[in-house]
């Protein structure tokens, strides 16, 4: 691909990169994307996802007239926006990565795509609208992808984002009742299986500490493996949503 600006936006070396320039990429991408052969595919709609995600819509709700052509516009193209209340503006609902998943699940870009996926909890829904426990959809999707593709390059990425899921899960099941605050979830309500997601949890850290101590995911999993090992509770929430 030869698209000299695609580098500028997403490194992003301009605090606020012109909208016009951005638009007209992701035009450009998704037009290319269109014409192109299926084995090339795959890229250039990563790009322009990752593209997409630089597209700054202004913060107004309900839109203008001239921000709903533009909506629209871009629902035409595939591409949906949702105003999110707590961020206060548009976000990007990841259409072109759920694509990659379902159209080209074998390519480099469909495992990206799978991967960057399961961080964000397999949803990208405002205010947990399909449920606050994703942890547990994370664990399903992330062993069925672990089991199916026993060489994936994204193995360590993947172990790392379930061992949280299932540390998540077996957290959950501590909080003292007495303790909870205003929101907070029922620890009865996940006590069911946490002592076995505990022992996955550590089953998983272990196999990155041991596999890969000095990268990224090695570090991070020492910590908390310690932890757990030792029964202490770590307040793991990356996979279970809050919403006030």
């Given at each position: ?8 936006i ?13 638009r ?21 709609l ?15 709700v309900?839109?203008?007239?001239e ?18 209340e ?51 959809t994370?664990i ?31 957290s ?35 196999e ?37």
């Amino acid at each position: 691909m030869d698209y000299p600006s695609l580098s500028q936006i997403l490194k992003g070396d301009e605090p606020r990169q012109d909208p016009k320039i951005v638009r007209r990429l992701l035009d450009s991408l998704l037009e290319a994307a269109n014409t192109a052969p299926a084995e090339k595919k795959p890229p250039l709609l990563l790009a322009a996802d990752s593209i997409a995600e630089h597209l700054a819509l202004p913060s107004i709700v309900p839109p203008s007239p001239e921000l709903q052509r533009e909506l629209d516009a871009l629902a035409a193209q595939g591409l949906t926006f949702t105003w999110v209340e707590l961020d206060g503006g548009w976000s990007y609902q990841d259409n072109l990565l759920w694509r990659l998943w379902r159209e080209y699940p074998t390519s480099e870009e469909g495992e990206d795509a799978f991967v960057l996926l399961l961080r964000q909890g397999w949803d990208k829904s405002p205010c947990c609208k399909t449920g606050a426990s994703s942890f547990r959809t994370v664990i399903q999707q992330g062993e069925e992808f672990l089991s199916n593709r026993p060489q994936t390059v994204h193995r360590r990425n993947v172990l790392f984002l379930v061992a949280q899921a299932y540390e998540t899960w077996w957290s959950l099941s501590l909080v003292p009742e007495q303790d909870r605050e205003e929101g907070d979830p029922s620890p009865a309500a996940y006590r069911e299986g946490a002592s076995a997601a505990r022992e996955r949890a550590v089953a998983y850290y272990g196999e990155i500490v041991e596999a890969a101590p000095k990268t990224i995911e090695g570090n991070c999993s020492r910590t908390p493996l310690n932890l757990v090992k030792e029964n202490q509770d770590t307040h793991q929430r990356r996979f279970y949503c809050y919403c006030d």
